[in-house]
């Protein structure tokens, strides 16, 4: 067994500006994580920045070593305008390194205010649609294994607002760190003998070996993520499309609500908190928290089905009130008020009726309560 590696062992990397890094020149340092330090970088020739994350644990932990190198192959393949694309993947300094395409914004966690408006709410709602679409691309994404074979699905495992940028260009969502399991696995871990068959990770690997590695690797895979959006069986290492709907839950519930998810679970729900949120919304969060995996959506293509049909109705249902309110103009004079009131007042209930008609139970409400603030006002 090779010698245990502990997070505390690592030296930190600092890389000064200017030093070079394979087409790439090191800008400054824009943070680190659980595994690696990322800079921003100019690439020497063409006009265009990046950002490089470096791999603090290779080479002394040959797992993670090959589990870094995996990760970067699938990630390569990924190719949607809502993630976050990998360019290029290297070594420098006997440190493997990924070249990310970098976003100029902030994360969506820093973006998610602490008071609930009606504004804030309905672009919670639009973003959120962008990171389903993202999800559901990469749990359906065919793509290419470092063996040759053709594989399809791959899990985020650490959906969270602080994964998520909101680009300052085009205000669009970037989801980012795809969780690498086999990494997270080997972290302060001794590594099997098995893995001693690789002397250096630049040295070529056969078919066979990365077979043997491939196999092995997913066997002693654990659990990985965050507290508070890992789902239950999450914590015992099942990593699956259900673990990233929960986690999704537990992103929209501190969207909606700037809670931390935590407090869905100490009874504070979404409707609580904000007043804005359509119930249908809530009804989605109450189901991706399931506890129970079978209980929860099968897929996120379900429940964007579900975002992108309320949305299609809004439109409709919003020009429905603009015409009542503005389309009919009604030419109110003296000694006619009472009449015109009374008109006002069916069309109103007319309405109403239709919205209850088709589910709508929302809305039809907030008509009530505007029927009721018109009956009390001295205007009819």
């Known amino acids: 067994m090779s010698k245990q590696i502990r997070s505390d062992q690592i030296e930190d990397l600092s890389i000064d500006a200017g030093t070079r890094v394979g087409n790439y020149f090191i800008q400054d340092r824009l943070g680190s994580g659980g595994i690696g330090t990322v800079y921003r ?12 994350k470096f791999h603090d644990y290779f080479p002394r932990d040959k797992a993670v070593g090959v589990a870094f190198l995996r990760a970067a192959n699938y990630l390569s393949q990924l190719s949607h305008p809502n993630i976050v694309r990998l360019y290029d993947y290297g070594f420098w300094s006997q440190r493997a390194y990924m070249v990310m395409e970098l976003v100029s914004g902030q994360t969506l966690h820093d973006l998610i205010p602490s008071r609930q408006t009606p504004q804030w709410t309905s672009r919670a709602i639009d973003l959120f649609v962008q990171i389903l679409s993202a999800v559901r691309y990469a749990h359906n994404c065919i793509y290419n294994s470092l ?35 086999d990494v997270q696995e080997y972290l302060g871990k001794e590594v099997p003998d098995f893995l001693q068959i690789i002397s250096e990770q630049t040295t070529p690997i056969s078919l066979h070996e990365m077979q043997l590695i491939t196999k092995q690797l997913a066997d002693h895979t654990r659990g990985f993520g965050t507290p508070y959006y890992m789902a239950p069986e999450q914590w015992k290492g ?25 407090e869905y679970f100490d009874d504070t729900l979404p409707r609580h908190v904000n007043p804005h949120l ?72 007319s309405i109403v009726a239709d919205l209850e008609g088709s589910g709508n139970h929302q809305l039809a409400e907030v008509l009530r309560m505007l029927k009721d603030a018109i009956m009390a006002s001295n205007a009819i």
């Open 238 to 262: 099942k990593v699956t499309i259900a673990t990233d709907i929960f986690s999704l839950g537990a992103t929209l519930y501190q969207m909606v609500t700037g809670l931390s998810p935590r």
């Open 147 to 181: 063996t040759g074979e053709r594989d399809r699905g791959i899990l985020h495992g650490d959906i969270k607002p602080q994964n998520i940028f909101i680009d300052d260009d085009c205000h669009d969502v970037k989801l980012s760190d795809f969780m690498i399991p």
């Open 278 to 349: 359509p119930n249908w919304v809530g009804e989605i969060i109450g189901r991706c928290l399931a506890a129970d995996p079978e209980e929860r959506f099968g897929s996120v293509a379900e429940i964007e089905a579900v975002f992108l049909e309320q949305i299609s109705r809004s439109p409709a249902t919003y020009s429905i009130i603009e015409e009542l309110i503005m389309g009919d103009k009604f030419d109110v004079k003296v000694g006619n008020v009472s009449n015109v009131g009374q008109m006002f007042i069916g069309k109103f209930n």
């Open 41 to 52: 970088a100019s690439h020497r020739i063409l006009d265009f920045d990046v950002a490089v």
